[in-house]
């Protein structure tokens, strides 16, 4: 069974984020483009463990990964961004980058948790890429 995470569970994340020194991290967009941030969120759907759409223009069939780069971690700026979510307008803030890619690697000053569906399942260095045509469902007739 797959938890649900609410309003409530984002809070207590952030909470943990804001008493953590902010890494240095250096994410690199399709091997080109580099940028600085302090954390990343990836996805490949609209919402992000629960009911609200932190990826607005995601579409899980077009081959692009979601990729928002938040620039800084101070305690206003969590603030800001959990209500920017809470709203559904994170994704026009400045200190927000905010792509579509098909490939993303994140390098980091120290060894940085990433989380994948909840659950911590390894640590930076991280590159992610988009399989093509790697899920397959079939559905019964009924």
């Known amino acids: ?55 607005p223009n995601a579409k899980n069939d077009d081959g692009l990964l979601d990729v928002l780069v938040f620039k800084h971690q101070g305690y206003l700026d969590i603030i800001r961004y959990l209500q920017g979510v809470l709203i559904g307008n994170h994704a026009d803030f400045a200190d927000i980058e905010y792509r579509q890619i098909h490939s993303l690697r994140v390098i980091s000053d120290r060894r940085v948790p990433v989380e994948i569906d909840g659950e911590v399942s390894f640590h930076t260095p991280v590159h992610f890429r988009v399989g093509p045509s790697k899920l397959r469902v079939h559905v019964p007739n009924a």
């Open 1 to 55: 069974m797959r938890k649900t995470i609410g309003p409530i569970s984002y809070i207590f994340a952030a909470a943990q984020i804001i008493g953590r020194p902010a890494p240095r991290l250096e994410i690199c967009f399709n091997e080109r483009e580099t940028m600085g941030g302090c954390f990343v969120l990836v996805g490949n759907g609209r919402f992000y463990g629960g009911p609200l759409s932190f990826f």
